[in-house]
């Protein structure tokens, strides 16, 4: 933790508690909230020892610290707070039943729990990413795409506003001590997109190789120019030329299937239609997200004749189409295809009923990492994100036992897919590795 | 939209309550608006309101002959069929009743014939229709229904694969006589001499055996046929009262469907297994709720969004309070608890993560709108692609239905048997421009082909139910 982080603003430290407070109010304390709370203090008291201030820090998950924290600060006002407290808590501990995990076990691994506000936001974190941060947990900026290109727009931002500290280069200082803890706060909302990490690990790479001789202002131009460039190279004329590509694919009387939303998709219908193509798009869609009404609109409004249906129409539909269109996450090194959750249902249906499906994908989302299944690696979302305002699952965490899952990918097996199409050309799943190395490795050869 | 009438509206349970006090006549009309407008829906009600409606045809009816009788049910069939072709099992209970009439009738006469000489020729009555029928079968004419269904001969043709469990039976042994051997039957066509004299014997109903609901034995849990029909050679009741009886059987057996059902839980599932379920039935629950009194597992519920997500989301948060079904009257009042009261750990996860936790599954339990011939399914939309990405995961996939669920209907076109939902459940009309320019689909059921099932958990032996006579007796053209 930097020295600076010590004095935290009072405000936001009061912005945070009361709306929490209200909802723990609201929910009885359970023995594991306790426990956490018995955790919190002591940190609180360690922290207090080491360095004589009374907040804590780190980004706490919100919901379950508001209390402590209000039990905090009555402690400290009593002056002799660690045994009087210690007794009456331990007293009350075995009352309630213990709280129940409502993380489904075999995703456990990957239920952190998701930041939700910028309260508690370390101090030195920019602006620009805590507005980032808000937009990646209201999916505002949604989409592997959308996500890398503001991501790096942040990182512009960062360069231009930093200033190198005195005895120091920002060769040496800015990765440690800017780019990392900033990432890191990004991914308190939202765990990185593959493209991000990607990008990031380029990134890292351009600093190193900034000459220690080079003037601030100048290393930062740099920097800058070489984020523009990359933007240039890899989302935007990459983009430009995938939807070329499969715009020469669409033909006129094709039906043409897609899942959810993709904004390479969309640029690719949209092109295609513009240069007159004649077709009819099957938008697919699933809860609890609905992206494909979003791009089905965009569709319908350009004038394209557009079907949605939600994924319970899937096989009725799936008969008309004559190819499939799907976006990426990212694409493994084994071909597998990791996208929106669904993806692979479809993907399967169009395989069953012997229908090509064709990805659209940047090679920036290309990955070394291999997938066999899609419980491993995937990200879980928040599970209130799944109850439908005013409908019965309103309460179910007071429910025993049951529990809410919202993954947010799946994992589509290299079989069901015919094609990637990429700004290097169209390939099969198995070329993936080998297109990998090439574009995103290429220091490695 | 159903789902928004809530106490007030007519349901399942104000139509049987208003059954006895009504003349029989207002009744149908009742039950085929409320098929009609959907206020009925579902297998189970649309098979407990039919089953009840005919006990009051038939003990309503004044009839000469059984032939007069079966006339009356077929037509009163036929008209609910028609309000509303895609509930089969209203079709499939008119042809257990019609079936079971034409068994008492057979009874009868045999036991009337033991004494004649010609006892030997009746043993075996249908080998006889048949022979007969066999100049008429060129006969019908390749006319179809509205909703396409195929002809007999067209289905036998088309369904070859070998994976018909339920429809092989009885269509490879009685397709033949089911075309003709009703002409046999009707009368204008050459009377069997037997027929007169069964004609004298039931000619004559006594008030007196016109029977309420307390008359019959309610215990009687024997529902198969042979037990009945030895039953009915002792005695000698008559045959009006023998129906009432036969009926109040079938109702007794929807009753006692899932429990039955429920009973054979232990065979199938094993301790900690994760077993993946579809949207919100009740025989689906209480084979698990029967299992988690001995073991412990996980279930994994997709919600199926968007035309049963609410119930759904009601049954695992145990609030369930209005239900289609009318759980107040008939369903066992004693059944309210939920799957999470009962020691299971239940996740509910959208339709869309049916892929990605497949290979956690041990075990898929699907629940069925209806069995076609072939075996396939009219199951809820989603079912097909449960179904088929348990068969991609090689996850064994099991069937639970009563018996009331099979139809021996085997459509041309499976498209035919799906109804479409409201699409303001997808799209809103709040938004606007969106309603304009965009084709909606929503379908509720999805045809899940039976090579995608393993395993059909009935609750009892599938027996011949229904006579080859009526199983197109909605559609008179074909007969």
């Known amino acids: ?445 | 939209m159903p789902s928004q009438q809530a106490g007030f509206a007519p349901n399942l349970g104000f139509y049987l309550k208003s059954l006895k006090a009504q003349p029989v006549e207002s009744s149908i009309e009742n039950l085929i608006s409320l098929l009609k407008r959907r206020q009925i829906t579902n297998s189970r009600p649309c098979a407990v309101a039919t089953a009840h409606l005919l006990l009051q045809v038939v003990a309503k009816f004044r009839w000469t002959n059984v032939d007069k009788l079966i006339e009356r049910i077929q037509d009163v069939g036929r008209r609910l069929i028609e309000a509303q072709p895609r509930e089969m099992v209203v079709g499939n209970i008119v042809r257990r009743v019609l079936g079971m009439v034409r068994d008492e009738a057979k009874e009868e006469r045999n036991d009337d014939a033991s004494d004649s000489a010609s006892n030997s020729q009746m043993g075996s009555p249908r080998q006889d229709h048949s022979d007969q029928g066999a100049s008429h079968l060129g006969g019908p004419p390749p006319s179809f229904s509205p909703l396409r269904f195929s002809t007999t001969e067209d289905s036998d043709s088309t369904e070859a694969n070998g994976d018909d469990v339920f429809g092989g039976k009885h269509q490879a042994a009685s397709r033949p006589p089911l075309i003709t051997s009703h002409t046999s039957y009707a009368p204008a066509g050459g009377l069997p001499p037997q027929k007169s004299m069964f004609q004298l014997l039931s000619a004559n109903p006594s008030p007196a055996s016109t029977p309420s609901g307390a008359q019959s034995p309610h215990n009687t849990s024997s529902l198969n046929a042979s037990s009945l029909a030895h039953r009915i050679t002792t005695s000698s009741k008559d045959l009006k009262a023998e129906v009432i009886e036969g009926i109040e059987e079938i109702v007794d057996e929807l009753d006692q469907a899932d429990d039955r059902i429920a009973a054979q839980s232990l065979e199938y599932i094993h301790s900690n297994e994760v077993i993946l379920t579809h949207s919100s039935s009740k025989s689906v629950q209480k084979f698990l709720l029967e299992a988690a009194k001995k073991r412990k597992f996980t279930v994994i519920i997709a919600e199926s969004y968007p035309n049963d997500h609410e119930a759904t989301h009601k049954s695992v948060t145990r609030s369930i309070s209005t239900d289609a079904e009318g759980a107040d009257e008939l369903s066992t009042p004693k059944f309210s608890k939920s799957l999470s009261d009962a020691g299971i750990t239940v996740i509910l996860m959208t339709d869309a993560t049916i892929f990605a936790i497949m290979s956690r599954v041990n075990k898929v339990i699907l629940a069925t709108h209806a069995v076609i011939a072939n075996g396939g399914l009219i199951a809820a939309a989603g079912a097909r692609i449960i179904a088929k990405a348990a068969r991609v995961h090689r996850t064994p996939v099991i069937v639970v239905s009563g018996v009331y669920k099979l139809s021996p209907q085997y459509p041309f076109e499976f498209e035919s048997l799906i109804e479409y939902g409201d699409p303001g459940n997808i799209v809103r009309y709040q938004d606007g421009a969106l309603v304009e320019n965009l084709e909606v689909d929503n379908p509720v059921y999805d045809y899940v082909p039976p090579d995608l099932v393993d395993l059909y958990i009935t609750n009892m032996i599938v027996a011949d139910h229904y006579k080859s006579e009526d199983i197109n007796f909605d559609k008179p053209e074909l007969q």
């Not at chain 1, 210690?86 to 998701?114: C, G, I, M, Y």
């Not at chain 1, 959750?341 to 990955?367: Q, Y």
């Open chain 1, 1 to 445: 933790m930097p020295s600076t982080d010590q004095p935290v603003p009072a405000p936001a430290a009061q912005a945070e508690s009361p709306a929490p407070i209200q909802q723990s109010e609201a929910s009885k304390l359970t023995g594991a909230e306790l426990k956490k709370q018995k955790q919190a203090e002591k940190a609180a008291r360690r922290a207090q020892a080491v360095q004589g201030k009374h907040i804590p820090t780190g980004p706490p998950p919100a919901i379950q610290k508001g209390e402590p924290k209000q039990q905090k600060r009555r402690g400290s006002t009593s002056g002799s707070r660690d045994l009087p407290i210690r007794q009456s808590e331990s007293n009350a501990a075995p009352k309630p039943p213990p709280v129940e995990d409502k993380t489904v076990e075999f995703f456990r691994h990957l239920s952190k729990p998701h930041r939700k506000t910028i309260a508690g936001t370390p101090k030195d974190i920019h602006p620009a990413a805590q507005i980032l941060g808000m937009q990646f947990s209201t999916y505002v900026i949604c989409g592997s795409t959308a996500r890398l290109l503001a991501t790096l727009e942040v990182f512009k931002e960062l360069v231009q506003s930093y200033v190198v500290p005195p005895r120091t280069t920002l060769k040496l200082h800015f990765t440690t001590h800017v780019l990392n803890p900033h990432i890191g706060y990004l991914i308190s909302f939202r765990p990185l997109s593959i493209s991000m990490g990607n990008a990031i690990s380029w990134f890292k790479r351009e600093i190193s190789k900034v000459s220690i001789d080079l003037s601030d202002v100048e290393a930062k131009k740099r920097l800058c120019d070489a984020i523009d460039l990359y933007i240039r190279e890899r989302v935007t004329f990459a983009d430009h030329a995938i939807a070329k590509t499969t715009t020469e694919k669409v033909r006129d009387g094709d039906v043409i299937l897609t899942y959810a939303k993709s904004s390479i998709v969309q640029r690719s219908l949209l092109q295609a239609h513009a240069g007159g193509k004649k077709f009819r798009v099957i938008a697919v869609d699933s809860r609890p997200l609905h992206e494909g009404k979003n791009l089905a609109e965009t569709l319908a409004n350009a004038g394209i004749e557009v079907k949605y249906c939600l994924i319970n129409g899937l096989s009725h539909n799936i008969q008309d189409v004559t190819k499939v269109l799907l976006g990426a996450h990212a694409m493994m090194s084994n071909g597998r295809l990791l996208s929106r959750i669904g993806t692979a249902l479809v993907a399967m249906e169009a395989k069953a009923a012997e229908k090509p499906v064709i990805v659209l994908c940047e090679t920036v989302k290309f990955t070394e990492r291999v997938a066999l299944d899609s419980i491993v690696l995937n990200e879980i979302a928040p599970a209130d994100e799944l109850v439908i305002p005013g409908g019965a699952l309103e309460g179910w965490r007071d429910v025993k036992k049951l529990q809410l899952c919202n993954p947010m990918y799946d994992v589509t097996p290299a079989e069901y897919i015919q094609m990637i199409v990429t700004e290097s050309g169209c390939v099969p799943p198995t070329s993936v590795p080998v297109l990998h190395r090439l574009v995103n490795e290429p220091e490695i050869q």
